[in-house]
């Protein structure tokens, strides 16, 4: 008896077919039954499942003598089942790879409850992918609960594809799916108030197919009155079952924000079957309205389709209204900023005001915080004050930590008389800079791919950024701090602007000259006699969303072995999107490896680790500060600089061994030689050359030297003098 049971109904999808049928059989998790079932496909489903059935013995095709629909197609197949859990996937939708194990993974942890629920992304025509937006209510579940026990799980999409379901619950209860366009209504609200054990999984297992056209739901026609029918099967469901009856408020509620759900929007109706299906939800409104709420106020659909429509407008017209304020407002605020600066030139500097700013104002951070704990140690008399985005990352600053909201009245007075700005990313196009201010760019760290004015060779890569402007904001810098000469080199490329460079050393990397160590370990549970890998890939420029997986997670963990430790640390770009959901969080919740990637401070996570395994990120010249080994995993290094670009062979100029496949990283660490001799007397080539100005006291040199104007000694006595390179920018 197999696990699972997919039931995968098909009809006119042979484009997608393929890349389906793909995503199930090339899962790592085998023990699985595909019941492709050919719903009377009028093109060539029927040959593709064929096909795949004569080649692999997992799959069996039906061929329906007549089309009878996606519900009773996926009817067609139950009877053919026999794996302890179903899974209904609709044949134009994929399975993210590692999502049976994932989800087989899960079922055991929980006992196999009745229903297990996970999350998806949709994926879009054009190329994008957003996560499903409620995917919170998928975390720090117990290990199983009812649905009364945590209602809101009937907040997520009720779909049927996004749920595994326990054979004999199914068949116990008779669950079956009715005729019609919204029958995944009827099957999933049932399913969930009835089963007594639901599971959550916290990771994307399914992307959810956006197409241009051709989508069952988004086709405009009065099909989409059937979903009133579904809405009094459900009901009469209800009605079957007295111990639910406590149920009949919520789904009223749901049945009226779904249907006027597709009353909002333009591609659903036809033009003159609106204003009849209002009518027709308002009366089954009133029709399903719980007893005792009789007299209770049935909102927009207690009045006529005309007043629907009127309200309706007006509020689209408000939300068009607020964008055009908006921009008005943003227009009037650049005039006024402009003419505040205007009038402030008339006002001195003040000498002794510091803005700091970092990571997009995101909080005190990188670079400028550390330049900002040196100003208060060895320049108290100087005021910094953080530029933060909102309320929200003014609320995560150290206590005692001036702060003003971007954009505010406040910051505006500040930048019009601040004599010095400390950044990690350029200010925005409508600061303008005073003469006589002095602007210091931290960067943020040392660039390996391209960067500034290189992108303009690379069109991918530069997507969503303008260059000309990005250069006229760097117009504004007078110091570029540099960590080494490769550095330097790159930014007056990159940025063929008016600065100097500052060779002063990274100040976030003092804490790493320095060595001392926080409480990352404890605060995550690592035992101290455990090995700690790091682990910290890049974004691709090469894929939509920048995120690839290049390792297995899991089975990297495992070979690691015992008294080790896999600690991942993602992009910080990637770590809003859908990345972490792919399974990072998923394993992160089960031990298996520790997520650091909203951990504020790399430096904490650096500290912790007892070895860095990175592809291209930048974060290997930060961490070749700490002499610890260093192992570059570059299996798609080609295809990395066709799309990006790089400033050097890192291949060829390591600060470790390289593997150019995962057999071959696993045998690094299998073998020991990680942290072999060669690794050592590779590291201190790559030490020599690009931690040359890393001594420890970087910002205190930024403040002493930049804001106090006072000398010190020059950067670069801790290490010896850099070998020579091959630096690809000798050849430019």
Request: net charge neutral; charged share 25%.
């Amino acid at each position: 008896m197999p696990r699972f049971s997919l039931i995968v109904p098909c009809y006119k999808v042979q484009g997608f077919l393929r890349e389906c049928l793909d995503s199930v059989l090339e899962q790592s998790f085998h023990d699985i039954e595909v019941i492709a079932v050919d719903d009377r496909s009028p093109d060539g489903c029927g040959a593709i499942l064929d096909e795949y059935a004569a080649r692999d013995p997992r799959v069996r095709v039906l061929h329906l003598p007549e089309n009878v629909g996606l519900g009773r197609a996926r009817n067609a197949g139950l009877p053919y089942a026999t794996g302890d859990f179903l899974f209904f996937l609709d044949s134009d939708d994929t399975l993210t790879p590692g999502a049976l194990r994932a989800i087989a993974d899960r079922l055991a942890e929980t006992g196999d409850p009745d229903v297990l629920v996970f999350d998806y992304a949709r994926t879009y025509w054009w190329g994008g992918t957003r996560r499903n937006a409620l995917a919170d209510l998928l975390g720090a579940r117990p290990d199983t609960f009812t649905a009364a026990e945590h209602p809101e799980i009937l907040d997520l999409l009720m779909v049927v594809w996004n749920k595994v379901y326990r054979r004999d619950f199914v068949e116990e209860n008779g669950f079956r799916f009715p005729p019609g366009y919204y029958e995944d209504t009827p099957w999933t609200f049932p399913v969930m108030l009835s089963a007594d054990r639901i599971a959550t999984l916290d990771r994307i297992c399914l992307n959810y197919r956006q197409r241009r056209q051709g989508n069952i739901l988004s086709t405009t026609s009065r099909k989409h009155f059937d979903v009133h029918d579904q809405y009094k099967r459900v009901f009469a469901f209800v009605d079957s079952r007295p111990d639910l009856a406590g149920w009949r408020p919520c789904l009223h509620r749901k049945m009226g924000e779904h249907c006027l759900d597709i009353l909002a929007k333009p591609d659903r109706l036809p033009p003159a079957a609106r204003g009849e299906f209002f009518r027709r939800t308002a009366e089954l409104y009133r029709a399903f309205r719980p007893e005792g709420q009789e007299g209770a106020d049935l909102g927009v659909l207690g009045g006529s389709y005309p007043a629907y429509r009127l309200r309706h407008q007006a509020e689209r017209a408000g939300r068009e209204g607020g964008r055009q304020a908006l921009r008005v407002r943003r227009a009037a605020g650049v005039r006024a900023r402009r003419a505040l600066t205007g009038l402030r030139a008339l006002r001195p500097l003040d000498e002794n005001l510091v803005l700091y700013s970092a990571s997009s104002h995101r909080g005190v951070l990188g670079d400028p915080a550390a330049v900002y704990r040196a100003a208060r140690k060895f320049a108290p008399g100087l005021r910094g004050v953080w530029v933060v985005k909102d309320e929200e990352a003014a609320a995560g600053l150290p206590a005692g930590v001036e702060h003003v909201l971007l954009d505010s009245p406040e910051y505006l007075r500040l930048t019009a008389r601040a004599k010095f700005f400390v950044n990690d990313v350029n200010w925005p196009g409508a600061l303008v800079k005073r003469p006589g201010s002095v602007h210091v760019h931290t960067h943020r760290g040392t660039p390996l791919k391209y960067l500034g004015a290189d992108l303009l060779g690379k069109p991918g890569a530069r997507l969503g950024f303008d260059v000309p402007q990005m250069l006229r904001r760097a117009d504004r810098w007078d110091h570029s701090l540099v960590a080494n000469r490769h550095s330097e080199l790159v930014w007056e490329r990159a940025y063929p602007c008016h600065f100097a460079s500052a060779r002063t050393g990274s100040p976030r990397n003092d804490v790493l000259v320095r060595g001392h160590a926080g409480d990352f370990r404890e605060r995550y549970g690592i035992p101290a006699d455990h090995t700690v890998v790091l682990y910290a890939p890049t974004r691709r420029d090469y894929v939509r969303g920048g995120h690839v997986d290049r390792i297995d997670l899991t089975g990297f963990a495992a070979d690691l072995g015992p008294g080790h430790t896999l600690v991942v640390r993602l992009h910080p770009a990637l770590a809003a999107g859908p990345a972490r959901g792919l399974g990072l969080a998923e394993l992160h919740r089960r031990g298996i490896v520790v997520d650091a990637t909203c951990e504020p401070h790399a430096e904490e996570v650096m500290l912790a680790s007892d070895v860095l395994v990175t592809d291209y990120s930048s974060l290997m010249f930060d961490y070749a500060n700490l002499d610890r080994p260093i192992v570059v995993h570059a299996d798609d290094w080609a295809t990395f600089t066709a799309s990006r670009g790089a400033y050097l062979d890192i291949t060829a100029e390591a600060p470790g061994h390289v593997s150019h496949s995962y057999r071959e990283l696993a045998w690094l660490f299998a073998s020991g030689s990680w942290r072999d001799e060669e690794s050592a007397r590779l590291r201190a080539d790559f030490r020599s050359r690009f931690c040359e100005f890393d001594d420890g006291r970087a910002a205190e040199r930024v403040v002493r030297t930049l804001l106090l104007g006072e000398s010190m000694p020059p950067a670069g006595a801790r290490v010896p003098e850099p070998a020579a390179g091959h630096d690809l920018l000798a050849a430019t």
